[in-house]
């Protein structure tokens, strides 16, 4: 089977400087759903913007390949990439405000993923709201209308119309309170279940990789130092990986 996503020897740097992405590699296959985690720094978002193909000079790909279901994107055109962001590849922000258009109703920011989508579109808009757990008034609102854990699921239900190959979320819960989080989790399960979309789930947070995750990247400085299921990271032979698991620990006990 071919992979969702490949990524081999990924190099990112600004001219000049040492990379700050260091041949990063990793394969996430169809419906699979991993974890990425990391020290604040590491690289995690540098990589999602280099997976979007939303690197911004200086800031530039200098080596490596990244496929989408095959096919070698990392010199794609802006054009091409646009086509991609969407159905092949989507991805989800720490901060939701910029992703939705600010004067548009939810309604018709979804009827049109609905229609790139060509589902039918009032049902696909009212299932996609019911399954993310939001009220269907949503739907009449406006984004300033809503908090930011409702935008968070608002872009979880885009990704249930659009279906995409590969859903990359970001941090997409850091800064709501844990009931929010949990109806996050559940919302990006639950699209996942759907749509057979692979997973890249960013994250600090372990106990949250665990809920959604099978397997977990870890990183550091700018690479993939473990790739291993969540339990055997305390074992691993990787520092970075004992670090998070030992840190992670300490949090449950102390709850
Ligand atoms: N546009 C840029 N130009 C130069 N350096 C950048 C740029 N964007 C990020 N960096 C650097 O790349 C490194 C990785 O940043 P990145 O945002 O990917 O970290 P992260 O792992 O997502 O951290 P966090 O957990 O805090 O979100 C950092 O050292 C950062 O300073
Ligand atoms: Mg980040």
Not at 161 to 173: F, G, M, N, S, V
Not at 193 to 221: C, P, Q
């Amino acid at each position: 089977m071919v992979d969702a996503l490949q990524v081999s020897d990924l190099t990112v740097a600004v001219p000049g400087a040492p990379p700050l992405l260091d041949r990063l590699g990793f394969r996430i296959r169809p419906g699979e759903r991993v974890g990425l985690v990391g020290a604040s720094g590491c690289g995690k978002s540098l990589t999602a913007a280099a997976l979007t193909g939303l690197l911004r000079p200086p800031l530039g790909i200098i080596g490596g390949v990244i496929r989408i279901d095959g096919q070698e994107v990392h010199d794609a055109a802006p054009k091409a990439w646009r086509q991609l962001r969407g159905r092949g590849i989507f991805q989800i922000f720490q901060s939701p405000g910029t992703a939705l258009t600010p004067a548009r109703r939810i309604r018709a920011q979804l009827a049109e993923a609905a229609g790139i989508a060509g589902s039918t579109q009032r049902r696909a808009v009212a299932h996609a709201l019911e399954a993310v757990a939001l009220d269907a008034h949503v739907a009449d609102c406006f984004p300033y209308q809503l908090s930011g854990g409702m935008k968070q699921r608002v872009l979880i239900a885009m990704a249930l119309i659009l279906r995409p190959r590969i859903l990359i979320a970001d941090e997409p819960t850091t800064g709501l309170d844990v009931l929010t989080e949990r109806d996050i989790l559940a919302a990006l399960g639950t699209m996942a279940d759907e749509t057979g979309a692979a997973l890249l789930f960013i994250s600090h947070d372990l106990r949250a990789v665990a809920e959604v995750a099978n397997r977990t990247l870890v990183m550091a400085h700018g690479t993939v130092v473990e790739d291993a299921p969540i339990a055997d990271l305390a074992r691993s032979s990787a520092p970075a990986a004992r670090q998070l698991a030992e840190a992670a620990r300490a949090l449950q006990t102390a709850c």
